[in-house]
C-alpha cells in the first residue's frame, strides 16, 4: 500500500509541474501546402540559398523557431526557406504588428508550426512541451512569453510520442 500511494504521489507532482501557458497565435491557414520541390526550387535557384536550400532546416521540419523574431532578414530566410512564401502574406500582418515595439527573443519564443495544429502549450524547468495533431494542410505562426533564458521545445502528439526536440 505504501508504494502505491507513493507512486501516486510521484505521478500527481509530475503532472502538476507541466502548467499550461498561454500562446498566440498570430498568423494561420487551414489551406496551405508546403510547395513541391518544382515550385520550391524557385527559392532554391536563388543564390542566398544556392548549394543548401534543399536541406536547409526550414525546408525539412514541421516545426521551424525564430529564435529572433525581430530580425527582418532572419524571418524572411526562414519564410523563404520553408516555403511559407507560397501562402497569402496578408496572413502573417498579426506577427508583429506594432513596429515600434517589436517582439523580441529575449521576451518571446516564435515558432511555426507547418502541418500541425497546436492544441497546448506546457511549460515545466526549462522546457516547454508543445503539444500538437497532424492536420493535412495549414500552418500556424505562435508566440510564447519566454520563462526562461534558455528553453528546451519538445513537440508531442496527443499521446505524448516525441516528434521533435529544439534545444537552444
Known amino acids: 500500500m505504501h508504494a502505491f500511494l507513493i507512486s501516486i504521489f510521484l505521478f500527481a507532482s ?4 507541466q502548467q ?6 498570430c498568423a494561420q491557414s487551414a489551406t496551405w501546402v508546403r510547395p513541391s520541390p518544382e ?25 521551424v523557431v525564430n529564435s ?3 530580425s527582418l532578414s532572419g524571418h524572411f530566410g526562414l519564410f523563404q ?3 511559407l ?12 504588428s506594432d513596429q515600434n515595439h517589436p517582439r523580441n527573443g529575449y521576451e ?16 515545466d524547468a526549462n522546457t516547454y512541451t508543445i503539444t500538437v495533431e497532424p492536420v493535412g494542410k495549414g500552418f500556424q505562426a505562435i508566440y510564447i512569453r519566454r520563462l526562461n533564458p534558455s528553453v528546451v521545445l519538445r513537440f508531442v502528439m496527443p499521446d505524448g510520442k516525441e516528434l521533435e526536440k529544439w534545444d537552444e
Open 108 to 123: 518571446w519564443i516564435e515558432i511555426w508550426v507547418l502541418l500541425h495544429r497546436v492544441i497546448e502549450v506546457t511549460h
Open 81 to 83: 526557406l520553408s516555403g
Open 68 to 70: 529572433v523574431p525581430e
Open 14 to 17: 509530475s503532472l502538476a509541474a
Open 39 to 63: 515550385v520550391q526550387a524557385k527559392i532554391w535557384n536563388d543564390p542566398r540559398y544556392n548549394g543548401f536550400g534543399r536541406d536547409a532546416y526550414a525546408w525539412t521540419h514541421n516545426f
Open 85 to 96: 512564401w507560397t501562402a497569402e502574406a496578408a496572413r502573417f500582418n498579426n506577427c508583429n
Open 20 to 25: 499550461p501557458i498561454p500562446f498566440d497565435i
